[in-house]
């Protein structure tokens, strides 16, 4: 058997609908000695700003000696300092001693000037994850979770997810192994490891029981997603905002309580906003951990590849999340006001080669699979986070974001 090397490749477009901060980094905030508000903008200043502008000799030696404060003031008065400095736009007053929700940045050099700017991005790896939601939504068509509410006093009514079922299977370990179903698929094994030059292709089976160094079900899944290449998705068009969040409590809503408890406030792109990038599949995986020169997984049953499956999963699994949302907010004050948002996210979903989805601080209906057991979706009201991050702008869920996809 021949099998030719090749790349499945697909352009990605990913544009803001609702305010979404996806941090990717271990420095998740900014802390209130990190930002500084001036003129409706928030700049951003750090050490490593303070000693490129006196590289660029827009601050002297001697201001290095100012208290903080008055060094600041300093930059901030002079505009051609300010074009240095990553800033984001601010529609509020906030307070500047309040932690900021971080977005991811990457840094590009400028080799010429000898400087360096941060751009706006979404990780791949933060891509890949939502590939991997996608993936296990793909092959779920059943769903059902226990579930309890804590009684303690710190910790009263949480929600606690004891235990799930997945296609009438209890789930103990791995759950993408114990719902794979590597028959919906076609493994090649080059077993000839030694040669590249030469190729002993054989079906997994087969190669299992003539090798001691079995492959599993668990492994084919590793392999999937090693073939997957997800590349960062940049800030094409658009700005960064920042954004009052609110954590809205549908119980309060329903005694006519507060609605709201301590804001939030994240850096956002601006609705609107697009990023763009790349995803790979590579049909083969070379120097694989167990010394195989390659191994094929192709889908036997349609043309789909694994990525595309991905897709169809964070169709599916939106189209749940978005259901249960409304559920959730139908019987509030906020019901009326979110339909037509709703009913966007429907009809985006529905779209051919695009999805919508959630990421970033968006809540556990997108970190697990709650939405899909939609019984107790629509029968059991302590089942449904009593809590949900809102925008106060614009007064819509945070995290939703739409995926065009195009394959080249």
């Known amino acids: ?57 827009i601050i002297k030696e001697d201001d290095l000696d100012l208290e903080y404060k008055e060094l600041i003031d300093k930059i901030m008065k002079n505009a051609y300092a300010k074009k240095y400095l ?14 900021l929700k971080k977005f991811g940045y990457i840094k590009k050099i400028n080799m010429d000037e000898g400087s360096h700017e941060e751009r706006p991005v979404i990780f791949g790896t933060t891509v890949k994850g939502m590939l991997r939601s996608g993936y296990l939504a793909y092959w779920i068509h059943d769903c059902h979770y226990s579930y309890s509410r804590t009684d303690s006093h ?55 029981k003539s090798h001691s160094n079995q492959i599993n079900d668990a492994e084919v899944i590793k392999l999937i997603f090693k073939n997957i290449v997800c590349h960062d998705l940049v800030l094409k068009d658009g700005e960064m905002a920042i954004e009052k969040i609110i954590k809205f409590h549908r119980k309060n809503n329903k005694e006519k309580k507060s609605n709201h408890d301590i804001p939030l406030y994240f850096e956002t792109p601006t609705i609107g906003s697009k990023f763009t990038g790349e995803i790979w599949y590579k049909y083969d995986t070379y120097n694989y951990d167990k010394q195989l020169s390659i191994i094929s997984i192709e889908n036997s049953c349609d043309e789909n590849t694994p990525v595309e499956e991905c897709f169809a999963g964070l169709k599916k699994l939106s189209q749940n999340i978005i259901n249960a949302e409304y559920e959730m907010l139908s019987k509030t004050s906020l019901g009326n006001r979110m339909k037509d948002f709703f009913e966007q996210l429907k009809k985006e979903n529905e779209k051919e080669d695009q999805f919508v989805c959630k990421t970033g601080y968006a809540g556990i209906l997108s ?42």
Not at 11 to 19: G, N, R, T, V
Not at 86 to 99: G, H, P, T, V
Not at 392 to 401: E, L, N
Request: proline content about 2%.
């Open 154 to 208: 710190k910790l009263k009514n949480q929600l606690k997810l004891d235990s799930v079922k997945i296609n009438h299977k209890e789930i103990k370990e791995d759950i993408f192994a114990d719902i794979f179903d590597k028959n919906q698929y076609t493994v090649m094994v080059n077993a000839n490891s030694n040669d590249k030059f030469k190729e002993n292709w054989m079906e997994l089976e087969k190669y299992n």
């Open 1 to 57: 058997m021949d099998i030719t090397p090749s790349i499945n490749r697909y352009k990605i477009e990913l544009k803001i609908l609702s305010p979404a901060c996806v941090s990717g980094s271990e420095e998740i905030s900014y802390q209130s000695h990190e930002y500084f508000i001036h003129e409706g903008r928030l700049y951003f200043v750090s050490t490593e700003d303070i000693f490129n502008l006196y590289e660029k000799g």
């Open 86 to 99: 990553r800033s984001a736009r601010l529609d509020m007053e906030i307070a500047n001693k309040l932690e």
């Open 367 to 408: 970190k697990t699979l709650m939405a899909f057991d939609k019984t107790k979706i629509k029968n059991h009201d302590k089942y449904l986070p009593y809590t949900i991050n809102i925008a106060q702008k614009d007064m819509i869920p945070t995290g939703w974001v739409k995926i065009r996809y195009e394959r080249i």
